[in-house]
């Protein structure tokens, strides 16, 4: 006890951090007690996932940075609209997602043996070209997808632990530095991946979904009761919220078309590799009704505090912090030491439970989609399977770390163009599922036109460097998202393509569009 009475308040925040990391470990060491020794195991969890454990890791692989930093971030510079941008409408297509695409993915899965996209798509589309144009895709839009979330974990951690280790000289202000951050919730992450797999993985994204979902109320609440002063949580509610600039309560300043388009990039969901694993590991379709009914709301009771609590920050006097660190300065200076590390363990978790499915998926791709593809399976035993997908995890971990050292980027940003990429996919998988006349041809030159379509606008943003990046097409009144532009091009080259090249074989198309 005198120990920690001897403690500042950075270190009693970090050491309560170290404590959440430490029950992690733990969690992934003890499903990995359960490993089987496959690599169905490893990588689908033996297909064994039920209706509350694909819920919760569903939604929390959804749930990255970009929706807890980025979201409150973004809230602070443009309003509550950020809500509505974002929030509602992925509520609603992610579910959609989630039943049109993902039941008929699951099914398609264990009828036919698949255990990742590309597998899919060979098959479905009779190419094997397809599959060594998307590996590089794919793997190359969720670099920037896990950057988002080891940047933002290294920032929570810098802004949190700051005074903690004066005398240490890792940094001016006493904190952790963030790429020391970054590289602890790497190791993390890495440990219970490669010793848990997608059991151990499932079980982590259940466990940080329900801490950062509990804990996200909790620092609501506590920052509305701090903030506004009043007798009660409602009137502390009404207090705060009557000091937060008009222009930050209304969508006065968004464009309609912009807040329109926005709607576009929750479509991603439909080519996320790690939601697709996920999807595989079902136990049945019916485990997909509680993700589908409970995901909108789950949302609201992520995104609404987030959103506010960004608001609330235009009310105080910050000092020059940028966007990602708005929630971790406000939770670091508006609460208690203790409940301040208990809350950043709760924001951590959010981060962190995207960063695992991610890392595992990448190890799946390139076992199944590269290695195994084109070496005899038969000659590779279950287990060196599985220790080549560690191995790519391991590199890919050390890649994306090397990339997060590079310097700061706007967590919302960085996410819309990842996203935006994912989206512009969508018309492929849709059309592999939903149109017989689909052909490969189409696919690649759909998948083509959204490479070509997504690099040429992102490097006119300056590499995502302009925040405020947009298309004019209809005059300036009219702004649109650039991830318009990309499903628009993806799926004019991907329907013209189609129908002028030869259909399906009939053996395909029994294979998958006879009930």
Not at 153 to 167: K, Q
Not at 171 to 182: A, C, D, L, R, T
């Amino acid at each position: 006890m005198s120990y920690l009475l001897a403690m500042n308040d950075g270190q009693i925040r970090f050491s309560i951090i170290l404590v959440y990391l430490g029950l992690l470990l733990g969690l992934g060491f003890f499903a990995s007690r359960l490993f089987r020794g496959t690599k169905n195991d490893y990588l689908l969890a033996s297909h064994s996932i039920g209706p509350f454990l694909l819920l919760m890791s569903m939604f929390g692989t959804t749930m990255t940075a970009f929706a807890l930093v980025g979201s409150s971030g973004e809230a602070f510079k443009k309003g509550i609209g950020v809500y509505g941008m974002l929030a509602s409408s992925s509520g609603i297509i992610h579910s959609l997602c989630f039943f049109l695409i993902g039941v008929k993915i699951y099914r398609f899965g264990r009828k036919h043996g698949y255990s990742t996209q590309i597998q899919f798509f060979r098959d479905r589309l009779e190419s094997d070209l397809i599959g060594l144009i998307l590996f590089p895709i794919l793997v190359g839009l969720i670099i920037p997808y896990l950057l988002i979330g080891v940047m933002a974990g290294g920032g929570v951690i810098a802004v949190l632990t700051e005074g903690a280790f004066p005398n240490l000289g890792l940094s001016e202000n006493g904190s952790i530095p963030s790429h020391y951050g970054s590289l602890l919730i790497c190791g993390v992450v890495l440990i219970y991946v490669f010793f848990g797999g997608m059991r151990g993985t499932a079980w982590a994204n259940a466990f940080q979904t329900t801490v950062f979902m509990g804990l996200g109320v909790v620092t609501f609440v506590m920052l509305a009761n701090r903030l506004g002063e009043g007798q009660t949580f409602l009137e502390s509610l009404k207090n705060v919220t009557a000091k937060v600039p008009p222009s930050k309560l209304t969508r006065v300043g968004m464009s309609q078309t912009l807040f329109l388009s926005y709607m576009c990039i929750p479509l991603s969901v439909a080519m996320f590799p790690h939601l697709f694993q996920h999807w595989l590991t079902a136990k049945s379709s019916a485990s997909f009704k509680a993700p589908v009914i409970c995901h909108p709301i789950f949302i609201m009771i992520v995104w609404v505090p987030c959103v506010l609590i960004g608001v609330w920050g235009t009310t105080l006097d910050l000092p020059d912090i940028r966007p990602n660190d708005v929630l971790p300065y406000m939770v670091n200076n508006e609460i208690g030491a203790f409940m301040g590390g208990l809350l950043s363990a709760g924001i951590l978790a959010a981060i962190m439970s995207s960063l695992d499915s991610q890392f595992l998926c990448i190890g799946s791709i390139f076992t199944n989609d590269i290695v195994l593809h084109y070496l005899d399976e038969s000659k590779i035993s279950e287990k060196r399977q599985v220790w080549i997908a560690r191995l790519f995890v391991i590199l890919v971990v050390g890649i994306t770390y090397v990339l997060s050292l590079q310097g700061y980027r706007s967590v919302f940003t960085m996410a819309v163009w990842c996203f935006s990429g994912f989206a512009g996919l969508f018309p492929i998988v849709f059309a592999a599922l939903y149109w017989k006349r689909f052909t490969a041809a189409g696919a690649l030159s759909g998948t083509l036109a959204m490479v070509g379509s997504w690099i040429y606008l992102f490097q006119q943003s300056g590499y995502g460097a302009n925040t405020e990046f947009a298309l004019y097409p209809f005059g300036s009144e009219y702004p649109l998202m650039p991830v318009v532009a990309i499903i628009l091009s993806s799926t004019l080259a991907m329907v013209v393509t189609s129908f002028i090249t030869p259909p399906p074989s009939q053996k395909t198309l029994d294979k998958f569009f006879r009930s």
